[in-house]
Structure formats: structure tokens, C-alpha cells
């Protein structure tokens, strides 16, 4: 079996430079890794863009999120080259969970608190 690369998908906050001391600590174990640029538009525009840089990745796949990039990760998954999801700091959803819901969830959790929905006019909301 090959070895699989590990694909790692950064949270809202952040960008694909935050996995860099990992990344140099995964090749010193001779492990390949991508650290994807997440556009942070939406959990289906996302994973819809994580799969596409799926698609361009030989061999197995280990996906790694953190934070919102759990939501990310969940969503594009069922790739066929996906073997294994890793949640670092991150949402793990059960299908239908939004962010919001899961920030709130549980005590101890400042996210909910901190998030402020303003309506747009498209009938979502943005925080």
C-alpha cells in the first residue's frame, strides 16, 4: 500500500501558512503534505474547492482539519481517495450540524458568544 499524503485544511482565521511547522515536520518524517489555501466561502464552495485539489493528488489521502476546516473536511470525505479524516481543534458534524449550532453546543465553548449574525441580501447571514 502507498503511503498516503496528508492534506491539511486550516480554519476560519486563518490560511494555509498556519500548517507550515507541521508540514516541515511531516517531510522530516519523509511524509508528503499539502497544506490546502481554504477560500472560506461556504462549507459546500469549500469542500467543492478541496476536492477539485483532491483530484490532483495521486495515492491515498489523510484529511486533516482544524477548527472550521472540520465542517471542510466532513463535507468532502466520501473523495475515493480519502482514507482517514483527522479533527485538530476541530468541528466533527453530524450531518445537518451548522457551525453555529456546534459553537454553542457545549460549555466552555467562546465562539457562540463572539459570533454576531448580521442578514444579507440574500437571505443568508454573515458573521
Known sequence: ?????????HGAFAESASWNDVI???????VTSVAVANPLRSVTIDAAYLRDVLDSIPGP???VGHSYGGFVITEAGSHPSVEALVYVGAFAPDHG???F?????????SL????DAHPVSTGATSS
Open 1 to 9: 500500500m502507498a503511503t498516503p499524503t496528508v492534506v491539511l485544511v
Open 24 to 30: 516541515r515536520h511531516l517531510y522530516q518524517n519523509e
Open 61 to 63: 489521502i489523510v484529511l
Open 97 to 99: 450540524e451548522n457551525a
Open 101 to 109: 449550532e456546534l459553537s454553542t453546543k457545549f460549555p466552555g465553548s
Open 112 to 115: 457562540g458568544e463572539a459570533l
